[in-house]
């Protein structure tokens, strides 16, 4: 048993960020459920962990459990709900990688949780057929929705292969993923899932925007978990401490890479459109530089 418990701790610490978040998911996933089962056979009154992770539809509860903002993007409850998520979040979050840093992919699960939960709080106070309904919000959906919606508008003419269907592009299996949600607004037995699944695609939406742009929205967040890195950091002893800085300081060189990197290639594509378009001579001195430059590469 101590072997498979290092086994799994080992995979943890050389895992990218992308295995670590549904690391997590799956170690809160199997934390709740035992301690369910453990109240249900002990009879330990009707205390639900649950309802203090997730986030509740009334605003005055909410504003006694701001934290929930953050934990219902981690929880889930049924085995079906965390398998659909962590599958779709592995296979996104790979194409998302491969064009973005892993901390964007952190900042993106996080901001589309967190539009998600904006969203859904929103729709139960202001729009009458959710009004009546109280309800609570948990789940990766609209964290995942977010990095769906980030990679697919970025890089349109990417292509997936999907069972029975052939090869697709993502922008398509995005917009399916939309249309189920919105057409199933209506469905009672997930009423603030289908509507926090559209907060996360906007958050993802915009992300992509702003990268074609070169603003990355998602930098916040991330500038609000460095705090707490170099909090956790200043509270550590000497070698920890020293380790978590320069580890720190490795990933903000690859983010200024990555940041560099994406916006060359918006650059050569708008380059490779007005060639389409115009033809080559229609260049400018400068374009048809970065165009040799790039050849070179």
């Known amino acids: 048993m101590a072997t ?6 080992l995979k943890f610490k050389q895992g990218d960020l992308l295995v670590k978040l549904i690391f997590i998911n799956v170690l809160v996933f199997l934390v709740l459920n035992i301690i369910g089962v453990v109240f249900k056979l002990f009879h330990i009154g009707n205390f639900d962990v ?3 992770l997730a986030v509740p539809s009334q605003p005055s509860l909410l504003l006694l459990r701001p934290w929930t903002l953050f934990t219902y993007m981690f929880v889930h409850y049924e085995i079906l709900h965390i398998l ?3 599958l779709i979040l592995y296979w996104f979050g790979r194409l998302f990688v491969s064009h973005f840093s892993e901390r964007q ?3 993106m699960y ?3 949780g967190l539009s998600g939960a904006v969203v ?3 729709a139960f106070n202001f729009i009458p057929y959710y009004v009546n309904l109280h309800s609570v919000l948990l789940g990766a959906s609209a964290s995942v929705m977010a990095i769906v919606f980030g990679i697919a508008f970025y890089r349109p003419n990417l292509r997936a292969s999907i069972f029975f269907v052939g090869s697709i ?3 398509y299996i995005a917009l399916v993923m939309f249309a189920i949600d919105f057409i199933s607004l209506d469905d009672m037995s997930n009423p603030g899932g289908h509507v926090a699944h559209i907060g996360g695609a906007i958050a993802g939406y915009l992300f992509a925007l702003g990268m074609q742009k070169g603003k990355d929205i998602s930098e916040w967040v991330n500038r609000i978990l460095d705090v707490f890195v170099n909090l956790f950091s200043s509270l550590s002893s000497g070698r920890r401490k020293s380790k978590l800085k320069v580890t720190y300081s490795r990933r903000e060189q690859d983010y200024e890479y990555n940041q560099r990197k994406h916006k060359q290639e918006a650059d050569l594509d708008k380059i490779l459109d007005k060639i389409k378009q115009s033809g080559y ?3 400018s001195s400068e374009e048809k530089k970065r165009l040799f430059d790039a050849s070179k590469k």
């Open 4 to 9: 498979f418990f290092d086994d799994i701790k």
């Open 50 to 52: 649950v309802d203090y």
């Open 169 to 171: 592009k993502i922008l």
């Open 281 to 283: 001579d229609s260049l």
């Open 84 to 86: 659909f998520n962590m």
């Open 120 to 122: 859904y709080v929103a």
């Open 105 to 107: 992919l952190v900042g």
């Open 110 to 112: 996080i901001l589309g």
